[in-house]
């Protein structure tokens, strides 16, 4: 049915406010109704090939279609709304929201002592949280820095990576064969296990740099998967299937820890290196460099002609981000004490990407807050692990329709003239 | 007088297409050149040759050796240097600048950090001394908001300063285009039709903007433009490609009565 028409007609017949109602309760319960008709072999007809009858659960169809019809009139609902704000945004362009607050907030005179209060929280948090808890909110600092590594590649350097876990085994083995075989301690092998893994960065960045958008992702995705495999088939070196036992956790200028100390210990070490690598970014962000990337991010033709060397742009890009992949690794293979082929899965790869495509390509902190949130939040709701993935697809789908930019929009710094040049 | 641009019989083709075929052309110090010809002449691509975009199918393209405005250009028997072939960002560095006819900003920064960027390949400052924040550094990111500024209040932008360059006005872009070529410090500067799509009004503003660009900024300028009203008020030289060749060469009078053309252009009014 032509929507445009019946709107129309019932706008003409009723007027506007009740036509439009009208309208859209029509529009609901059509797309209710076709729901029904869409899940009725699945949802109503129950087959019992035993007794060779047929169940008609006739409730079902009420549940999808009442449901259905309520998500569809809300789902109007929304896109209307934000239609409208976007449309009253054009015209005073001056309106209030958290997200907009929150990027204020890393302008603000607030900046320091909200960072200051958030430090200070994340230090005290192994006091009077359980060691679990520690315990997941280590590996959750070790997905923001993740999150932060690929930011620097897909949201500053507008390289597509779909392979990202690739760096990521590279730290956690380098790490893991150093420490078992040679004996390495963790603070020798974590910017060893950097190193190497900014070495693979550059090995693979060189051949597959001339590639752009999709031929980058999938090749890629590719290497991540061949790495893996090889991991998973090279027994006497790798470790095969059964990956690498008895990792060393870190020592601290010789004290000993008992388990508890342990734990504590590494989420010491791994809050370290988060503050360490936001630092880093924060630096690099808005230096000739970072400006470098984002530029390429934007138009790579334009760049080129700016005299920006776009081959070494885009390695440094693709280098920098696979350091902290490879730090990352390294702190993962250390907190564990296990690793295996799969921890390391395309699905890691994918994950992280979306907590960068979720938090805001290219927002230090939009990418912080989304990569502790859906990491620790599926991870705290135990029985809804089964559907993280969905709920990671959902919110993709969600945020590209209401918030294209992430959860947090990128601020663009505001230069002013230095006073002691403006004299002259 | 000397040359800051000799191209001698430059060629690209495209499969069978020669887009552009045996171009000679040259820019003297400090001149203003048009290059004009019929939608798909090959103009644009005559540029992208210059600045290294496309790799020339042959023909050399020459700058003088020490072209950089800084330093003096001597007269007679100075060396030259063949940039041919050369990657862009290279040529770049040389000292040649362009803009482009479809505006390629970038979008999502601002105005100020557009600039910032063209004087990118001026500095140095690497990684580890952006994130150690070494003396140098900072004093280079300082004097780099200053003089980017700078370029902004020459080019009459300033109050844009902090606008993303997707805001701007479509008039404004095409400004920035030009700030953020000037910002790579060029000694030739190569506009493509820098006034398309704009009204009369700032299309003189824009007459304006470039013979002050080359009298302050010593710069030598070639344009590509459609407009003929400003080419005629502006250049000094213009050449006439169609179909990949050139087909006449003179000053505005000479070319306003040239037989082929007008043919070229087939009635097209070319008198200003
Ligand atoms: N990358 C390319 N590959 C193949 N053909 C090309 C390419 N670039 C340009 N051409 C062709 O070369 C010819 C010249 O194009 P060019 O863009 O240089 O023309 P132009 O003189 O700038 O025209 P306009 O005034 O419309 O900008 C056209 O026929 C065009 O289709
Ligand atoms: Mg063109």
């Keep these: 049915m032509n929507s445009k028409k019946l709107n129309k007609f ?3 017949k009723f007027g506007d406010k009740i036509g439009n109602l009208f309208n859209e309760i029509i529009l609901s319960f059509i797309t209710s109704l076709w729901f029904m008709i869409l899940m009725f072999p699945i949802m109503i007809i129950k087959v019992n090939t035993i007794d060779q009858t047929i169940i008609w659960r006739w409730h079902n169809l009420i549940y999808i279609g009442a449901g259905s019809f309520v998500l569809s009139y809300l789902w109007r609902k929304a896109l209307k709304l934000k239609e409208m704000k976007s449309r009253t945004e054009e ?28 430090l200070l929280l994340f230090i005290l948090i192994p006091v009077f949280s359980s060691l679990y808890q520690t315990t997941v909110l280590s590996s959750a600092l070790i997905y923001v820095m993740l999150g932060l590594g690929l930011n620097i590649v897909v949201g500053l350097g507008g390289l597509l990576n779909l392979g990202y876990v690739a760096f990521y085994i590279v730290g956690a083995y ?3 064969m150093l420490n078992t075989h040679f004996g390495l301690s963790f603070w020798v092998a974590l910017p060893i296990g950097a190193l190497l893994s900014t070495v693979f960065g550059i090995l693979l960045a060189l051949p597959i740099l001339r590639l752009r958008g999709d031929y980058l992702a999938i090749v890629t995705l590719a290497f991540a998967e061949i790495i893996r495999l090889i991991l998973q088939n090279e027994g006497d070196i790798f470790g095969g299937p059964s990956g690498i036992n008895n990792i060393e956790p870190p020592s601290f200028f010789g004290f000993e820890f008992g388990l508890d100390g342990k734990t504590v210990l590494m989420y010491y070490i791994i809050l370290f290196m988060t503050i360490f690598t936001i630092f880093v970014i924060f630096r690099l962000e808005n230096s000739r460099i970072g400006r470098a990337w984002q530029a390429l991010r934007e138009d790579e033709i334009a760049t080129k002609s700016m005299g920006i060397n776009v081959t070494m742009t885009k390695l440094t890009s693709f280098a920098l981000g696979a350091t902290w992949a490879g730090f990352a690794g390294v702190l993962f293979s250390a907190k564990t004490a296990f690793i295996n082929p799969d921890s390391f899965t395309i699905w890691e790869s994918v994950i992280i990407l979306c907590f960068v495509v979720l938090g805001g390509m290219g927002s230090i902190f939009g990418v912080a807050i989304a990569a502790l949130i859906l990491y620790i939040l599926p991870e705290s709701l135990r029985a809804f692990a089964q559907y993280r993935m969905l709920v990671y697809g959902i919110s993709l789908v969600l945020m590209m329709i209401f918030r294209q930019g992430g959860i947090i929009d990128v601020k663009r710094k505001h230069y002013k003239l230095p006073d002691n040049i403006k004299a002259d | 007088m000397t040359h800051v641009l000799e191209v001698n019989n430059l060629s690209k083709h495209f499969g069978g297409l020669k887009a552009v075929d045996e171009v000679s052309l040259k820019v003297e110090k400090n001149q203003i050149v048009a290059l004009i010809g019929p939608n798909g002449a090959g103009k644009t691509t005559f540029f992208n040759c210059i600045t290294g975009m496309y790799k020339p ?20 028997g100075h060396r030259t240097k063949a940039i041919h072939g050369l990657n862009p960002h290279v040529i770049t560095e040389c000292g040649i600048a362009r803009t482009f006819q479809n505006i390629r900003l970038f979008q999502n920064m601002t105005v100020l ?30 004097e780099l908001i200053h003089d980017s500024h700078e370029i902004l209040t020459k080019i009459g932008l300033e109050n844009y300063a902090n606008e993303f360059a997707k805001n701007l006005p479509y008039g404004a872009q095409r400004k920035l285009e030009i700030a953020r070529a000037l910002a790579t410090d060029p000694f030739l500067l190569l506009l493509d039709e820098p006034a398309a799509g704009m009204n009369p009004q700032e299309t003189k503003e824009l007459d304006g903007l470039i013979v002050k660009l080359r009298d302050t900024e010593d710069l030598s300028i070639l344009l590509i433009e459609h407009d003929m009203n400003l080419v005629m008020s502006l250049a000094e030289n213009i050449y006439v490609m169609d179909y990949g060749k050139l087909i006449a060469q003179g000053t505005p009078t000479q070319i306003k009565s040239d037989k082929k053309v007008i043919e070229a252009y087939l009635g097209e009014e070319i008198d200003a």
Excluded: Q, W
Aim: charged residues 25%; hydrophobic residues 30%.
């Design chain 1, 10 to 12: 019932l706008t003409d």
């Design chain 2, 57 to 76: 199918t042959s023909g050399e393209i020459y700058i003088p050796s020490s072209a950089h405005r800084d330093s003096h250009i001597t007269g007679e």
């Design chain 2, 113 to 142: 950090e557009n600039i910032m960027i063209g004087r990118h390949c001026r500095l140095s400052t690497g990684i580890i001394g952006a994130i150690f924040r070494t003396r140098k550094s900072r004093l280079e990111e300082s």
């Design chain 1, 91 to 118: 015209n005073s362009k001056k309106s209030f929201s958290l997200s907009e607050s929150l990027s204020n907030l890393s302008e603000s005179k607030f900046h320091y002592p909200a960072m200051g209060v958030t």
């Design chain 1, 174 to 176: 380098s790490y893991a």
